[in-house]
């Protein structure tokens, strides 16, 4: 009997995909690649937090950066909604928080676990530092707890280190606006990208004082195989719109994926 063209040509292309492929192929495992953007406002411990206006915006700058590193972004609005399992396979994990984040138990031992290991990258922006407060260990993964914000104007920043992909394209210094954040229990082992400027602010105002660890804006860490990026700036709506400052955030990116 014969056989049709278009049968014919479709036994041909079977047949080569057939000895094309072979008898055993090789696993390869799948390369994480979402971003998990997480912009929960949550309470204190002793009464509600403050929510950032610019949080929206901030997700789409976001999205995008993720875009541009080849990975998926993923908008969490609240934790509670994130499955350990979506922790464990996610590429990075973007902090714009506030308050006691409800990270619950299982989460916060999947962040520490794919952190420690190198597959969970994690990037705090601006009010991260002011999260998480009842949670100990989150203090060691952010880099430093947040103690103050007696300023808010126009200052320069010293770049500390000219070398980072966060700060590569900015010169000797940087002309911003925005909260000037104290921090405590800054990790010893931080590496500060950017920090104030000397006498810039005015110290007899309330809450004034020059913190043990300086002024550090942004910084850099590891441990183990994990990497945390943090930038303190970001609390104005115009960061968001600043190639600048978006461009120190998709440094700080890269450099968490150098690893992956």
Same mark, same amino acid.
């Given at each position: 009997?014969?056989?049709?063209?278009?049968?014919?040509?479709?036994?041909?292309?079977?047949?080569?995909e057939?000895?094309?492929?072979?008898?055993h192929?090789?696993?390869?495992?799948?390369?994480?690649?979402?971003?998990?953007?997480?912009?929960?406002?949550?309470?204190?411990?002793?009464?509600?937090?403050?929510?950032?206006?610019?949080?929206?915006?901030?997700s789409?700058?976001?999205?995008?950066?993720?875009?541009?590193?080849?990975?998926?972004?993923?908008?969490?609005?609240?934790?509670?909604?994130l499955?350990?399992?979506?922790?464990?396979?996610?590429?990075?994990?973007?902090?714009?928080?506030?308050g006691?984040?409800?990270?619950?138990?299982?989460?916060?031992?999947?962040?520490?676990?794919?952190?420690?290991?190198?597959?969970?990258?994690?990037?705090?922006?601006?009010?991260?530092?002011?999260?998480?407060?009842?949670?100990?260990?989150?203090?060691?993964?952010?880099?430093?707890?947040?103690?103050? @914000?007696?300023?808010?104007?126009?200052?320069?920043?010293?770049?500390?280190?000219?070398?980072?992909?966060?700060?590569?394209?900015?010169?000797?210094?940087?002309?911003?606006?925005?909260?000037?954040?104290?921090?405590?229990?800054?990790?010893?082992?931080?590496?500060?990208?950017?920090?104030?400027?000397?006498?810039?602010?005015?110290?007899?105002?309330?809450?004034?004082?020059?913190?043990?660890?300086?002024?550090p804006?942004?910084?850099?860490?590891?441990?183990?195989?994990?990497?945390t990026?943090?930038?303190?700036?970001? @609390?104005?709506?115009?960061?968001?719109?600043?190639?600048?400052?978006?461009? @120190?955030?998709?440094?700080?990116?890269?450099?968490?994926?150098?690893?992956?």
């Open positions: 009997m014969a056989v049709a063209p278009v049968e014919a040509v479709a036994c041909v292309l079977r047949a080569l057939h000895s094309a492929t072979p008898e192929q090789p696993y390869t495992p799948e390369v994480p690649k979402d971003m998990l953007i997480v912009t929960q406002v949550a309470p204190y411990a002793d009464g509600p937090a403050g929510v950032h206006g610019v949080l929206g915006q901030a789409t700058a976001l999205a995008q950066l993720a875009e541009g590193a080849g990975l998926d972004p993923v908008f969490v609005a609240d934790v509670r909604d499955s350990p399992q979506h922790l464990e396979s996610a590429a990075v994990l973007s902090l714009f928080t506030i006691e984040t409800p990270f619950s138990p299982p989460q916060r031992q999947a962040i520490v676990a794919q952190w420690e290991a190198g597959h969970l990258g994690v990037m705090g922006v601006h009010s991260a530092t002011d999260a998480c407060h009842t949670w100990p260990g989150y203090g060691d993964i952010i880099g430093a707890r947040f103690d103050g @914000h007696p300023w808010t104007q126009d200052f320069t920043i010293a770049v500390d280190d000219r070398d980072h992909p966060a700060t590569a394209h900015l010169g000797d210094s940087w002309d911003w606006r925005d909260e000037i954040y104290l921090f405590r229990a800054l990790r010893p082992d931080a590496q500060v990208l950017l920090s104030l400027a000397p006498d810039q602010v005015d110290l007899s105002v309330p809450g004034g004082r020059i913190p043990e660890c300086g002024f804006l942004a910084w850099c860490h590891q441990e183990k195989e994990g990497r990026f943090y930038s303190a700036l970001g @609390h104005f709506p115009g960061a968001w719109e600043t190639p600048t400052y978006l461009r @120190h955030l998709a440094g700080g990116l890269a450099w968490l994926r150098e690893s992956a």
